[in-house]
């Protein structure tokens, strides 16, 4: 059974915004999708559809053959959640927030301490179990909620910005669990972010949203091969013949855009029969950074 299926998933707010249109996907169990796009574009909306905090106004999605909309209990019992802004209790610790949501999925007293104890551990937030939520900084928090999420041994994980506020190693951390979640547990993730490095990391697949609507689906290979940019290949040479079309980057490094790998002999060839002296050549792929800026026609903006 696909773990997400959206059909014609279309949701429009009472104000009349369409946020989002005509929604139509399937993901695999065990994918760890990235759901990305600029802000506003709804990937929120698309989350809160998929947990049945939303209706959609047409069309409908399933979560493991389940609608979110008719069955939300039935959703909840098998998937974690991390929102923007994880509400849980300021008054209690961190250990004491854990062992009440672990009573509220179903877990025993014993299981509730024994897991939470565990994904502190996991986390790095065992010097922190008996600290109060209200003294947590936002990265801390952020791995709290992440921690409540993963209480219940979720088949699916949604996941709205879960590293915002983390330092490098938290992120890290997080991204080694996540991984090892989907690889060696068969858990499907569903991830909207913005930091595209890291969704890089770990995604096996992506969907590109821009103004409700999805413009791109496919594994980074796909998305680069959709780029026109194809790739990028820089030559370090000398003599270099201009009919070849090869740009001076910099002293001696020229650069080059081809569609195909299979391209770069047949450019080593010409350049070393026109005169050419090669002495290094390498390709580029586009990353996804690149591939979302092409795609969403947002301008890269140079610090
Ligand atoms: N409760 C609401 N009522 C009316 N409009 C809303 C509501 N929530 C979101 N919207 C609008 O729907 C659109 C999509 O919002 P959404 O929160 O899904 O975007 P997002 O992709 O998650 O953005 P971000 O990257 O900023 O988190 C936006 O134009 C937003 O203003
Ligand atoms: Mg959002």
Redesign the pocket.
């Known amino acids: 059974m696909e773990a997400i299926v959206f059909e014609q998933l279309s949701k429009t707010?009472?104000?009349g915004?369409e946020?989002?249109k005509e929604l139509n996907l399937s993901l695999e169990q065990g994918e760890v999708f990235g759901f990305l796009?600029?802000?506003?574009?709804?990937?929120?909306?698309?989350v809160?559809l998929l947990t049945g905090i939303l209706s959609p106004s047409r069309g409908s999605c399933r979560v493991l053959g389940v609608d979110p909309a008719q069955h939300p209990e039935q959703v909840h019992s098998f998937s974690g959640v991390v929102t923007?802004h994880a509400q849980m209790y300021d008054h209690l610790t961190g250990m004491e927030n854990l062992e009440f949501y672990a009573a509220l999925f179903g877990l025993s007293r014993q299981q509730g301490t024994q897991r939470a104890k565990q994904l502190l551990e996991q986390l790095d937030l065992s010097d922190a179990a008996g600290q109060k939520l209200g003294a947590y900084s936002t990265g801390m928090r952020q791995k709290l909620s992440l921690a409540r999420a993963l209480l219940a041994q979720p088949k699916i994980l949604f996941l709205?910005?879960p590293t915002s506020g983390m330092d490098p190693e938290s992120v890290l951390r997080v991204n080694r669990m996540l991984r090892r979640l989907a690889k060696e547990e068969g858990v499907t993730l569903f991830l909207?972010t913005?930091q595209l490095r890291y969704a890089q990391e770990i995604c096996t697949r992506y969907g590109l949203?821009e103004q409700?609507r999805l413009l791109a689906c496919g594994t980074l290979e796909e998305l680069q091969n959709r780029v026109s940019a194809g790739m990028k290949v820089q030559i370090r040479a000398k003599k270099v013949p201009p009919a070849l079309g090869l740009a001076l980057k910099a002293d001696g490094i020229w650069e080059g855009n081809i569609s195909r790998e299979e391209e770069i002999p047949k450019l080593v060839r010409q350049l070393v029969e026109l005169g050419g002296e090669i002495y290094s050549v390498s390709a580029q792929t586009p990353s996804l950074e690149e591939i979302y800026f092409a795609l969403t026609g947002a301008q890269e903006v140079l610090l």
Do not use: F, L, R, S
Not at 37 to 46: E, Q, Y
């Open positions: 707010y009472p104000g915004k946020a989002v796009g600029p802000n506003g574009a709804g990937k929120t909306t698309t809160k923007e709205d910005e909207c913005h949203m409700g």
